[in-house]
């Protein structure tokens, strides 16, 4: 047999996949490290009971394994039976779909869960072979869909360079917006005020100078993180997940999980007003990206939200030169704020023909006014105009 011939399965649990042996094509040598594809990650979304069949999320994991039984190649996939914790939002196709007499749940996904960042989607090393293995896994992920007979499959917050691939597979293209931090080589923060525009950078001073006043914040990392931090945190994670999307996705044991497993890759900030700690932002340490996650405080002050989650996180990024401040979903007021728009990709393929070219002149109609509004936010960043 060719031990490069691709053998393709599916797995309805990480938990039976050695650690090692997904940490390699998740993240080999000579890539950026990205927490959020590591086994330990998305195993932990599943073992504490965050994504699970009772709350929705039914594995179904595509491996692709050589002739000698080692895996090549991976895609993290789920059968979904809702659209909750995506951040790709596709709740009025589900809905036309079944007005129309269609059942558009249990569909495919393949993303992080709860997670809106951009990443590796086909888990392959570096290597002669990679792009076997890459339209192995992709193949694999199709007759799967086909086999099971979902409505669709859906492969959220891709690469740039990985849209026209996939769109020259048959999917469709959906495109939307995030606000992103870029270091452009800065010293500190002094060196990142310099590169906005006077009025901005005075408006930023003044918010710092709000939020900062009577606290102290205090950076939290590795093996400082206590489980009393983490009781201290849940707190407040729920509070802001009951509010804003009704029911948090992450459990208590979520949380513990990812500290017992990747504490060196999670970087708590807190707000004190003396040794009480009133606020606090989660974030996750790739090699080139801090990526905010989690907010919340139960003693709201102006600017706070701003100061832990934002300039808090530049400043970290600039100590420990990172390229990038990825601080999750939406937000237009993080422009002003030295965060700018770019755009994020996610593919889509519908089994029913007719309901395809629907979505498709959905979409059309979609990115055209995505590219609007990415026109119209590029001339308004804050920064000195040459």
């Not at 053998?7 to 390699?24: F, H, K, M, R, Y």
């Not at 849209?163 to 992103?180: I, M, V, W």
Request: charge should be negative.
């Amino acid at each position: 047999m060719d031990a490069a011939l691709p053998q393709i399965t599916s797995v309805s649990s990480l938990a039976g996949i050695d650690p090692a042996e997904w940490n390699a094509v998740a993240n080999p040598p000579g890539l950026p490290y990205d927490p959020f594809v590591s086994w330990e990650f998305l195993e932990a979304m599943e073992s504490s009971g965050a994504a699970t069949p009772r709350t929705g999320w039914r594995g179904g994991h595509i491996l692709v394994r050589d002739g000698n039984d080692r895996l090549r190649g991976a895609m993290p996939m789920w059968f979904k039976y809702h659209s909750r914790g995506e951040f790709v939002f596709d709740q009025s196709w589900a809905e036309a779909w079944q007005r129309a007499g269609g059942e558009y749940y249990p569909k495919l996904l393949c993303a992080v869960p709860f997670t809106p960042v951009t990443g590796r989607r086909r888990l392959v090393a570096p290597g002669p072979d990679a792009e076997l293995y890459r339209a192995a896994l992709l193949d694999g992920a199709l007759q799967l869909a086909e086999q099971t007979g979902v409505s669709s499959l859906h492969i959220n917050f891709i690469e740039d360079e990985e849209a026209p691939l996939f769109e020259k597979a048959g999917f469709l293209s959906r495109t939307d917006q995030q606000f992103h931090w870029r270091n452009d080589g800065y010293g500190s923060f002094d060196d990142f005020l310099a590169s906005l525009s006077s009025e901005k950078r005075k408006n930023l001073r003044k918010e710092r100078a709000k939020a900062q006043a009577g606290l102290t914040f205090r950076h939290v990392q590795g093996e400082e993180i206590a489980e009393d931090h983490l009781d201290i945190f849940f707190e407040f994670y729920m509070d802001t997940g009951n509010r804003k999307w009704g029911s948090p996705y992450l459990t208590r044991k979520s949380f513990s999980i990812l500290r017992e497993r990747m504490a060196k890759d999670i970087l708590f900030i807190f707000a004190c007003e003396g040794d009480e700690i009133i606020a606090g932002a989660m974030n996750l340490v790739g090699s080139e990206t801090l990526y905010g996650r989690y907010w919340g405080t139960l003693d709201a002050r102006p600017m706070l939200h701003f100061e832990t989650c934002y300039y808090q996180a530049i400043d970290y990024a600039i100590k420990h030169g990172l390229k990038t401040v990825e601080a999750g979903a939406q937000g237009g007021h993080k422009l002003a704020r030295g965060y700018a728009p770019v755009l994020t990709h996610s593919a889509h393929w519908i089994a029913h023909p007719g309901f395809r070219d629907a979505v498709s002149d959905y979409l059309e109609r979609e990115r055209a006014a995505v590219d609007e509004d990415m026109n119209y936010l590029r001339d308004r960043t804050p920064f000195r105009k040459e």
